[in-house]
Each structure stands twice: as C-alpha cells, then as structure tokens.
C-alpha cells in the first residue's frame, strides 16, 4: 500500500475521514463497505472501459505540443482531457459512479453544482442510464449560469435553487446532504471532485486514475520511456490532478506540480490559494486543509475560474502538500488568461481557463531542454468563451 493512497480507516495520513451527522452514517456507511468490491469487480471494469471508449472518446490523446516546447526549451506533452464527450475530465468520474449506482440498486441520482460543469456531466450519464437525476444549484449560480442550466434541462434533470445563505455552491452542498439524509434507500449521491467523507475522494481518484494510466503508455509508446520528468495539473478540489498524479505517486523521482488559482493575488482577499491561505479544518465532510477565519467560517474564495473557486482541497492533496511529495504553486487571474491566448496562438487549442492556470506555471519554470513534462488539459475553453472575449476585448 502506497502512503500517499488512503488506509484503511479513510485517511491519508492526518487527512479525510468521513465527518459527517450521524444521520448520514448508513449511506456513507453502505458505500464505505461496497465501494471497492464493486468497482474492482471485472464485469464493473469492462463496462466502465467500454464507456469511456465508446461514449466518451477515450483514450484522449497525449499531444506533443512543438510549439509550446519550443517557446519553454522542454518536451511538453498535453494530456487531452478537453477532447472528452462533455468537454473536461469530469465525465470520468460521472461514468463511474452512474455504473456503481446500478449495481447498488439506486434509482435516483443528486448532485450539487456550481458553474454547473459537474451538474451537466451528472445529468449526461443519468441521461445515459435512464436515471431520475435532481441537481442542486445556487439560485444565483442559476442566473449566472443559464447555458449550463439549459443543458441540464435538456437531459431530463431536475435543477433545484438552494435559495439560502450565499445562494451559491456551499448552499446547494447542504441541500443536496438534507435530500440524501431523506431518502437513503433509493438514492446515490454523485460528489464532483476528490473531496467529501471517505470513500469519495478515493473512490473519484480512481475513476479519474484512467489519465495517468493512459499517459503511461502513451508516453512510452512516444519516447520510449513510460514515466516523464513533471507531471502538471490545475486544482480545484483536485480530482484532475489527482487522476494526472495517480499512477505516479510512488515513483519520488518525479516531480509533481499542482496549481491552484490565486485570484487577484495571494493577498488580494480574492483568491482561492488555499495551500497558501488554508488551516487545516474540516469541510465537506473531511479533514483537509481549508481557508478559514481564526473562528473557523470559511472564506470566500475567488477565481476568475468558476471550478477553482473552491475554499479547500481534496484530502489527498493536503496531504501531499503537508508531506512535501507534491508541489503547490499558484497562478493569478491575468497569468492564467495568457497562458490561455499563448496555447491557443500557439497550438490551435482554446483550454479551459481552469486548465489554463496549469499552463500559467510554466512561465515560471527554468527547464534545461530535455525534460518530459506532461501537463493535464482538464478541458476546452467553448464555456468560457465570454470570459476570453471581455478579458481580451475581442
Ligand atoms: C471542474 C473543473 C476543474 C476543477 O476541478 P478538479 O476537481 O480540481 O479537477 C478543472 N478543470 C475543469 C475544466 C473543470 O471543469
């Protein structure tokens, strides 16, 4: 056993757990329990590889980006999560967890959304399966996010306001928790990222581990060698650059570079640097690293980028922070906008401006010329095409 994977007890090292109100117990309970025979089992594995082959376009391909490399004198090879049927890795995680709700005899799908990325890849593969699918979202993310609400409507889900508090994610989490507490028998509930009570960062960093293990053997096929020099990704609560490091966790040699979003600046107020700015705390139902008040309210966080705009990590990351086995960084609004136009100019690819602030990194790196560097394009940029056009004017 790895020891930056989770133990048996659901932690990695002081991190994760499953902190949660006793009214939960049998439903996280039941999925503690089940979780790994089921998605171990090899019919479960065939039909999860035969739908990221056959709906999903995978094995997305690993892209030896020439230009790029010779703009930053290093061998930059883009793992192409944006090529993804719904645009971005999180349909991996989505797949997953439809299929091990079937086998766990659920009927009804929930899920929590912000910008709404992960509530459309929810309803897609409720969609898929023919699953009553209810998504919990803001009220004022439903304003904000009207394409992606439309999208969600599409597909046959039901999309809820959480009109209390904030009226954003952190309200639509404690609404989707109440509807789970309520009806623990026929439900599944779908969490978006590597963070939640355990088993759900695992069970996520698993489902999203395909991109490592692909990489491997494209990188092997392309160079020979199946293990690259830097491995990057942008964080969020982490479940694209959890999948990115996965297979290359226990191999020390390999650097790995997670990059969060510091908004304005690290301090600015407006920021989501939560290595950086974060305490260890608890959130969303395990022990991580969050940023806090000295009373422990959360804070806001803020990113130009509504899927790094998360006031913690998953706690995997916290724990390869703390560790030091990984390595956190940060990249501001403006850094991450002009990596977005460089890759674009440069290689023809719009990426998502989350992904953009894995590029954004590499502007501050000194490379000797022959590194491997694989960096994770967790996906396209078509959604934040406004965004672009007013930061840009175009
Ligand atoms: C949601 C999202 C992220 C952030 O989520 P992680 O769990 O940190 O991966 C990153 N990139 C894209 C394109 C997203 O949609």
Redesign the pocket.
């Known amino acids: 056993m790895s020891k930056y994977q989770v133990n048996s007890k659901g932690y990695y090292g002081p991190f994760g757990g499953a902190y949660i109100p006793e009214m939960l117990y049998p439903n996280v309970e039941e999925l503690q329990n089940q979780y790994l025979e089921i998605i171990e089992d090899p019919t479960f594995k065939k039909e999860f590889e035969s739908l990221l082959r056959d709906y999903v376009g995978r094995p997305s391909p690993l892209y030896p980006a020439q230009r790029l490399s010779e703009k930053y004198n290093a061998k930059i090879f883009l793992k192409r999560?944006?090529l993804n049927h719904t645009?971005?890795?999180?349909i991996n995680n989505t797949i997953g967890q439809i299929l091990l709700a079937e086998k766990l005899g659920k009927k009804r799908i929930i899920a929590e959304t912000g910008?709404g990325?992960?509530g459309v890849a929810t309803a897609t593969v409720c969609a898929l399966k023919g699953l009553e699918c209810v998504v919990y979202m803001g009220e004022i993310d439903i304003e904000r996010q009207a394409p992606n609400v439309a999208r969600m409507k599409m597909m046959g889900a039901k999309v809820v306001a959480a009109t209390s508090g904030s009226k954003t994610l952190k309200d639509a989490t404690n609404e989707a928790l109440r509807d789970w507490i309520n009806n623990p028998v026929d439900t599944h509930y779908i969490i978006?990222?590597?963070?939640g009570p355990h088993p759900y960062p695992d069970m996520?960093a698993r489902f999203?581990s395909i991109i490592s293990e692909e990489t491997k053997k494209q990188l092997l096929e392309k160079t020979g060698k199946q293990n690259p020099d830097i491995v990057m990704?942008?964080?969020?609560?982490?479940?694209?650059?959890?999948?990115m490091f996965y297979h290359f966790l226990n191999e020390e040699d390999i650097q790995l570079i997670a990059v969060e979003a510091s908004g304005h600046g690290v301090d600015s107020g407006e920021s989501a640097a939560t290595t950086v700015l974060g305490h260890e705390g608890v959130l969303h139902g395990s022990r991580s690293i969050l940023m806090q008040t000295e009373d422990g309210q959360v804070i806001e966080p803020y990113s130009i980028?509504?899927?790094?705009d998360?006031p913690g990590?998953?706690p995997q990351h916290a724990w390869l922070f703390k560790s030091g086995r990984g390595t956190y960084v940060s990249a501001t609004d403006d850094e991450a906008m002009q990596a977005g136009l460089l890759l674009t100019k440069l290689e023809g690819i719009i990426?998502?401006?989350?992904?953009s602030h894995a590029l954004a990194h590499l502007e501050k790196m000194k490379f000797k010329g022959n590194e491997t560097v694989v960096i994770c394009l967790?996906?396209?940029g078509d959604?934040d095409l406004d965004i672009y056009m007013k930061y840009f004017g175009f």
């Open positions: 999560e944006d645009g971005a890795h999180k910008a990325q992960h978006g990222s590597v963070v996520v999203q990704a942008c964080v969020g609560g982490g479940s694209n650059a959890a999948g980028s509504a899927g790094l998360y990590i998953g990426p998502a401006i989350e992904s967790s996906g396209r959604k």
